[in-house]
């Protein structure tokens, strides 16, 4: 069993800052990647940041220079720092853990979202 709890999330004005963490417990061996993703309502998933193993981190276009994706010491946790927010901003954030199982495949893992609202 992997659980994934995620905070952080509210309502912020245009311009304003907010901070969501992400911890992933349980059977969790092999950490391959964890991030954030996000969905709007009438809209697909959409990656918003990961990390790797390695470490190299990945951010879509939108989010570049305003959000930053760091990696807690036990690289269980990671943390999304969000600057300048935007109200396209707004939506659900989910976090996603990828493990490398047994087998050397790697199963994905979901948190329950939390709501980033961003209106004045």
């Known amino acids: 069993q992997v659980q994934l709890v995620e905070s952080g999330g509210g309502l912020v004005q245009p311009g304003g800052s907010l901070r969501l963490s992400c911890a992933a417990s349980g059977s969790i061996f092999s950490i391959y990647a964890m991030g954030w993703y996000r969905q709007a309502p009438g809209k697909q998933r959409e990656l918003v940041a990961d990390?790797?193993?390695?470490?190299?981190?990945t951010y879509d276009d939108s989010v570049k220079g305003r959000f930053t994706l760091s990696r807690g010491s036990a690289k269980n946790t990671v943390y999304l720092q969000m600057n300048s927010l935007k109200p396209e901003d707004t939506a659900v954030y989910y976090c996603?853990?990828?493990?490398?199982?047994?087998?050397?495949?790697?199963?994905?893992?979901w948190g329950q979202g939390t709501q980033v609202t961003v209106s004045s």
């Open positions: 996603k853990v990828d493990l490398i199982n047994d087998s050397g495949y790697v199963d994905d893992y």
């Open positions: 990390i790797i193993r390695s470490g190299s981190i």
